[in-house]
């Protein structure tokens, strides 16, 4: 599976994001996407995730009410639509599949990584 992450960018505190995860090669339904951010010398940290097939989400509780992971079974793309930014979502965000339907929230249960896009918030 290779992984493609897209939509990072300069934002202003308040303001809407959206990032989009692409997926090429042998991807099938019953896999987990998730969304994954690492701020400078931070630990990597989990985000959200989706079960790809049924479409069951998982949020973390800082993300909450402000960010919204979907996915495109048709473009085999899962989107962050990330809402209410702030300066502390300041970070690289990371797309990650796990070739199971078990949702982790730490980075060893994904056996696939795209390159990070990076999220800058100002205030």
């Known amino acids: 599976v290779l992984l493609q992450a897209s939509g990072g960018g300069l934002i202003q505190a308040g303001g809407f994001r959206r990032l989009s995860c692409s997926a090429s090669?042998?991807?099938?339904?019953?896999?987990?996407v998730a969304w994954f951010r690492q701020a400078p010398g931070m630990e990597r940290e989990f985000v959200s995730a989706v079960k790809y097939g049924v479409g069951t989400t998982y949020y973390d509780d800082f993300v909450k009410g402000r960010f919204t992971i979907s996915r495109d079974n048709d473009k085999k793309t899962v989107y962050l639509q990330m809402n209410s930014l702030q300066p502390e979502d300041t970070a690289v965000y990371y797309c990650a599949v796990s070739s199971t339907s078990f949702i982790s929230s730490y980075p060893q249960g994904y056996n696939y990584w795209g390159l990070g896009t990076l999220v800058t918030v100002s205030s």
């Open positions: 090669g042998s991807f099938f339904i019953n896999y987990t």
